[in-house]
């Protein structure tokens, strides 16, 4: 079984940064991708960004060169540094592991960007 825990969402005002955590545990397969999905009230859940354990990334075009994914292999951790945050970044952040037909998913962080 792998579990994954996400941490680091909260309130910032537009124009701040956040960084959010995931880290996962269980039986996980050496090669893998890593990444952040989002879900804002009332829209579909989207990608935000994804990295693989060979560190490619890829991003969506809404938050590239606002934010940065990253990982430590050895910890099986991710994260998502945001910065310029936007109203629109508003959402609950999901982390997401996968590997073959496998997917994991965490329950996910609140960010809410407001003045």
């Known amino acids: 079984q792998v579990q994954l825990v996400e941490s680091g969402g909260g309130l910032v005002q537009p124009g701040g940064s956040l960084r959010l955590s995931c880290a996962a545990s269980g039986s996980i397969f050496i090669f893998n991708v890593m990444g952040w999905y989002r879900q804002a009230p009332g829209k579909q859940r989207e990608l935000v960004a994804l990295?693989?354990?060979?560190?490619?990334?890829n991003y969506a075009d809404s938050v590239k060169g606002r934010f940065t994914i990253s990982r430590e292999n050895p910890k099986n951790t991710v994260y998502l540094q945001m910065n310029s945050l936007k109203p629109e970044d508003t959402a609950v952040y999901y982390c997401?592991?996968?590997?073959?037909?496998?997917?994991?998913w965490g329950k996910g962080t609140l960010v809410t960007v407001s003045s």
């Open positions: 997401k592991i996968a590997w073959g037909d496998m997917e994991y």
């Open positions: 990295i693989s354990s060979t560190r490619s990334t």
